[in-house]
């Protein structure tokens, strides 16, 4: 090993711990973790996972040469402790020192920016259980091979010895932490182990931990020998100012870790696409939480790119925090003291000019924050539909699932599908596409401007309380987490899957083009209107039914709705049983009116409803008519993809 391959692993091991009981007691260690922040740990969740499943609350110890501290589980990535194998990208937990970590002076490892999956030599570090005592152990290894998202195969004839588990892989050649040791292979040599960019999964943990981390190693700490991770990080040949160094991405993503985090990923993904002159980066792209995971953006393999795309990039995120009014002088300081070390001066410009995207614009004053949003129509912005297809033959309905992205720009792309065989029950739909489709709605959500939501399914289930739906189990007072007061959610006929018909196209085209738009009661008096009726209905007229859409007469008045070209309806999917309409129904017609006129085109619509469910969030008793109100917006000219499409590659 060289010699800075050795003060390297010196750096890892005195940031490198090992877990084990409170008490002492002398049983054997639980496994290995390491420092990624001032107090805080990385481990393998399955280190902790038999020892806290019952109360993972229970305190345990963490312990190294010249440290021994109480601790506590902070965060883990399990969804079911009881599960009998953990899947890499749940592999994960992170573990908070109780005390002050001032008083626990400790090294720190490097995470790079990147999110690229390792591959090659690196050195396994962990702690292995005597005897007598716990010895650290560091063991050459490679990864050639990956498996899923985030798992990483260690190739055999490397002999892992047991403890090591959630220790950390040290890429020699970068000088940074890329993976966590997952297992070893029973009665063989070789095992598994997890890519550090699943740590990006904590979410808002992620991000506080993140900034703690950048903000010590912007400190430039130095080790008892004065050694520090950067430094053995290396160096370009010859730094004239136009290469990014180590130390140059040291410094900025220290100051990006100061700034307010940015508010979606789209936000950060736009920036990074500015910053490259709107040159995509090879691979697909990652979960994007903080202003330095857009940084990880601007590589080509593991190379970055020169040093004006990151000052591009960096005065993009400082035009967008001043635009918002926050505090970013350190940053644009460093941006310029950073230019002038830059030889090419005529290319400073290429920099200083830099304008924020449209879409990044902010919008002035409150009342800007109740304007309809203009639901996308084709090559207008982004859409994500969910498509319920009912399981033929299935005794109780039963549907399987696809999720598709459609970015307004070409075709939409098959994101994910159902790998079910028998499909699954209404009631177990949440639980099904709480992780596919949580992840590409994080992923594609502006700040202010969620990505809206389309659920096809038979017009037979229409009654499918979509905008019902909640993701997040537990979720902050003030999140109004039910899809349908976050996001525009819209209901769409499934049966109209492919080319659109020319009655719908015509009747949406005329529609589309009015200014003022109303609403008729085709179920008044529970007389069911026939086809003629609904054909003849007026181009500015929107259906509102005050009965459900699954059975009759709210059956047969949708199916002929459908039938007769109409691509936007409203209708009650809870609904009355009885033969005259009770006095909400008189309200329900009314508030559609009311919404319906003041709309200044059809495309308002969506986010009209929209504002009304969250003011029934918000509890405003004006607003309770639109809770079980569903409605379809059905555009052709977006029309679903057909039956026979095949599967595409749609990445984050």
């Known amino acids: 090993m060289s010699e800075r391959g050795e003060r390297l692993c010196d750096l890892a091991r005195a940031a490198t711990v090992h877990l084990l009981s409170a008490e002492d007691d002398g049983r054997p260690l639980w496994g290995s973790g390491f420092f990624v922040a001032p107090g805080w740990v990385l481990t393998a969740a399955h280190v902790l996972r038999q020892h806290l499943a019952a109360d993972p609350s229970v305190p345990f110890r963490v312990r190294a ?42 090294e720190c490892v490097w995470l790079a920016d990147r999110a690229a999956r390792h591959s090659g030599p690196l050195k396994a570090c962990g702690y292995h259980p005597g005897p007598p005592e716990t010895h650290f152990r560091i063991v050459d290894a490679e990864i050639n091979g990956h498996e899923d998202t985030y798992g990483l195969i260690i190739k055999p004839d490397i002999d892992l010895p047991s403890g090591v588990s959630g220790g950390p892989l040290v890429d020699p050649d970068s000088g940074a932490v890329v993976g966590l040791i997952k297992s ?209 033959g299935a005794q109780s309905p039963r549907f399987f699932w696809q999720v598709w992205y459609d970015d307004g720009e070409g075709e939409p792309t098959l994101y994910e599908a159902d790998g079910s065989v028998h499909g699954f029950l209404p009631e177990g739909l949440v639980q099904a596409l709480r992780e596919p489709l949580g992840r590409l709605l994080r ?122 070209g109409h691509g936007v309806a409203f209708w009650h999917i809870e609904g009355h049983s009885s033969r005259a309409c009770p006095e909400s129904c008189d309200t329900l017609y009314a508030k559609v009116e009311e919404l319906v006129g003041s709309v200044t085109s059809l495309a308002e619509i969506p986010d009209r409803l929209r504002h009304e469910r969250q003011d029934v969030s918000d509890h405003e008793a004006d607003a309770a008519w639109a809770e079980p109100v569903a409605l379809l917006y059905d555009d052709p000219r977006r029309p679903l993809p057909p039956e026979e499409a095949e599967p595409l590659d749609a990445p984050l």
């Open 184 to 392: 070893r292979r029973r009665q063989q040599d070789g095992g598994k182990a997890v890519a550090i960019s699943a740590l990006r999964r904590f979410g808002k943990t992620y991000r506080e931990v993140m900034a703690a981390h950048d903000r010590w190693h912007g400190d430039e700490p130095v080790s008892p020998a004065g050694d520090n991770w950067i430094d053995l990080q290396g160096k370009p040949v010859a730094d004239s100012g136009e290469c990014w160094t180590p130390a140059d991405r040291r410094e900025a993503l220290r100051l990006l870790a100061e700034l307010p985090p940015p508010p979606d990923a789209p936000t950060v993904e736009l920036l990074a696409k500015k910053a490259r002159s709107s040159n995509l980066w090879p691979d697909g792209t990652p979960d994007l939480l903080t202003w330095r995971d857009g940084t990880g953006l601007l590589y080509e393999g593991g190379r970055p790119l020169e040093a004006l795309t990151f000052l591009r990039y960096l005065k993009g995120v400082e035009k967008y925090t001043r635009a918002r009014g926050d505090d970013c002088e350190a940053l644009a300081r460093w941006i310029d003291k950073r230019l002038r070390k830059e030889p090419r001066r005529p290319m400073h410009d290429f920099v200083r000019e830099v304008a924020l995207p449209d879409a990044l614009r902010p919008v002035p004053g409150e009342r800007a924050r109740r304007r309809a949003i203009s639901y996308p129509g084709p090559g207008e912005g982004p859409t994500v539909a969910v498509l319920l297809d009912p399981v033929i």
């Open 65 to 106: 040469p010249g440290i021994d501290a109480e601790a506590c589980l902070e965060q883990w990535l399990l969804t079911d402790p009881s599960r009998p194998t953990v899947p890499p990208e749940e592999d994960l937990a992170l573990v908070r020192l109780a005390d002050d970590p001032g008083r626990h002076p400790h």
């Open 443 to 564: 992923a594609k959500d502006h700040d202010g401007r969620p990505v809206p939501l389309e659920v096809a399914l038979p017009s037979v289930y229409f009654d499918t309380a979509v905008h019902r739906w909640r993701f997040d189990d537990i979720a902050q007072l003030n999140d109004t987490g039910h899809l349908g007061a976050r996001r525009r959610v819209v209901l769409r006929a499934l049966e109209r899957r492919g080319e659109p018909d020319k009655l719908w196209s015509d009747r949406w085209q005329a529609m589309a083009g009015l200014r003022r738009l109303g609403s008729w009661r085709p179920l008044a008096e529970q007389a069911v209107p026939g086809s003629r009726d609904h054909r003849n209905a007026e181009g500015h007229r929107i259906p509102v039914m005050c009965r459900p859409a699954g059975r009759d007469p709210g059956r047969t008045a949708m199916r002929r709705a459908l039938d007769n």
